[in-house]
């Protein structure tokens, strides 16, 4: 990207240190996220999303997670408000939601739009 927009300025003045600048915070960012925990991982070599966060992710829909949510519910014996919010304040222990939400966290830091908002 700052190369396309390099190409269209590299006739002003400053255009080279825009250049300068851009490399460097591309190299920045790969060192200091791309290449480090928890992006990175020493096991498989590769860097991946990782972002953190517990709980439900607050930027979703009231309704987004009812069809997951609602049987972990009724295993507690909550309703679904009771079990988010105690899910949320760390009081009830689900490993595997945990993970579920892992994984929704970095489909949503990756830029993937979860919401239902532009079908139909």
Do not use: C
């Not at 002003?12 to 790969?30: N, P, S």
Request: charged letters at 30%; zero cysteines.
């Amino acid at each position: 990207m700052a190369m396309r927009i390099y190409d269209k300025i590299k006739h002003e003045d400053g255009a080279m240190d825009f250049l300068r600048l851009t490399i460097r915070a591309a190299i920045k960012e790969y060192y200091n996220v791309w290449t480090a925990e928890p992006r990175y991982d020493p096991v498989t070599g590769l860097s991946r999303y990782r972002p953190g966060g517990m709980g439900v992710p607050p930027e979703t829909e009231a309704s987004h997670f009812v069809h997951i949510l609602t049987p972990y519910a009724k295993k507690h014996n909550m309703t679904f408000d009771q079990f988010v919010k105690a899910y949320n304040n760390d009081e009830v222990k689900e490993p595997d939601l945990d993970e579920y939400f892992l994984h929704d966290r970095a489909v949503r830091e990756s830029g993937h739009d979860t919401s239902y908002r532009l079908e139909g």
